[in-house]
């Protein structure tokens, strides 16, 4: 996150391990009492979310890309060979593809 200001991406609600990394930081202990402890939290928080973004979802682009490039190679290899296995390679694939479009599309209508 370095220094600039905190964005929270309604992405990561659908991430399984969100409320884990929240729960985490904001468990940690602090020096302070009332409202310096909240806002010490809170910055922990922020920084915490920023890094496990990362982490977590990486660069979206380029993770759409990866996951396009992977559906149509085993799609040129399903095509050309059939087969249960390439079938099942397919759906993971496009799966995991329309999830990162899905991601896509969350991080985008926050702009």
Do not use: T
């Not at 220094?3 to 202990?29: C, K, T, Y």
Request: glycine share 8%; hydrophobic share 40%; proline share 1%.
């Amino acid at each position: 996150m370095g220094h600039g200001s905190f964005h929270f991406q309604n992405m990561w609600i659908s991430h399984r391990n969100f409320l884990s990394v929240v729960r985490e930081s904001w468990d940690q202990p602090v020096r302070g009492r009332g409202m310096e402890a909240f806002c010490q939290k809170l910055v922990a928080l922020s920084r915490k979310l920023g890094s496990w973004n990362l982490q977590a979802f990486g660069n979206i682009q380029r993770n759409i890309q990866e996951a396009q490039d992977e559906m149509q190679w085993i799609q040129k290899i399903y095509d050309q060979q059939g087969g249960d296995v390439y079938r099942s390679q397919l759906s993971e694939a496009r799966a995991r593809h329309a999830r990162l479009l899905a991601i896509e599309n969350d991080f985008w209508s926050q702009k």
